[in-house]
């Protein structure tokens, strides 16, 4: 319909009516925030809990790395756990060569396995890759979320899990 012909009054009865009123309008922006509200702490959730699976997998990498090094350098490394000021450190035992890893803002460590020497959690990697033992360290974001980083004994396998291995014991 062409709403341009000035000559015809049906035309311009017409047209009057395209368009949306206030209340319509309103009506979608208090609809809109509605949705926003219910939508947005599910959001805010998922940037927590993914903060956490990027903090568990760094850590999961840093430990192969270790037990690689270990194997290349036919040297022990070791992986000092510091929850006081949620880092870990990588040692070579030889060398005293460090590095530091810092956790991300809202992580830290919510359980370990390994027992103490000295003052912090220890994992040690011999020079064939396998770890002196088995355990389990746990990563928690402030949601109370956790996941477990659990090493196998014997291989020294490093695997990510939302569960806690059947039988373990806490240090």
């Known amino acids: 319909?062409?709403?341009?012909?000035?000559?015809?009054?049906?035309?311009?009865?017409?047209?009057?009516?395209?368009?949306?009123?206030?209340?319509?309008?309103?009506c979608v922006v208090a609809l809109l925030g509605l949705i926003t509200?219910?939508?947005?702490?599910?959001?805010?959730?998922?940037?927590?809990?993914?903060?956490?699976?990027i903090a568990a997998r760094g850590l999961a990498t840093d430990l192969r790395k270790a037990q690689q090094k270990a194997v290349t350098l036919g040297r022990t490394q070791l992986v000092e756990?510091?929850?006081?000021t949620n880092e870990y450190r990588i040692r070579d035992a030889l060398t005293e060569e460090t590095v530091i890893i810092t956790l991300p803002e809202g992580?830290?460590?919510?359980?370990?396995?390994?027992?103490?020497?000295?003052?912090?959690?220890?994992?040690?990697?011999?020079?064939?890759?396998?770890?002196?033992?088995?355990?389990?360290?746990?990563l928690e974001n402030k949601d109370k979320d956790i996941l477990y980083l659990i090493i196998t004994p014997a291989t020294g396998r490093v695997r990510i899990s939302e569960e806690p291995p059947e039988h373990w014991e806490i240090y």
């Open 1 to 26: 319909m062409n709403c341009f012909n000035k000559g015809s009054i049906t035309s311009r009865f017409k047209c009057q009516g395209k368009g949306f009123t206030l209340i319509e309008l309103l």
């Open 37 to 53: 509200m219910i939508a947005l702490p599910a959001v805010n959730n998922l940037g927590s809990k993914r903060n956490l699976e």
């Open 81 to 84: 756990f510091r929850p006081s």
């Open 107 to 138: 992580i830290g460590y919510g359980v370990n396995t390994y027992r103490r020497v000295g003052d912090f959690p220890l994992l040690r990697f011999r020079a064939t890759g396998s770890p002196c033992r088995g355990g389990t360290v746990g």
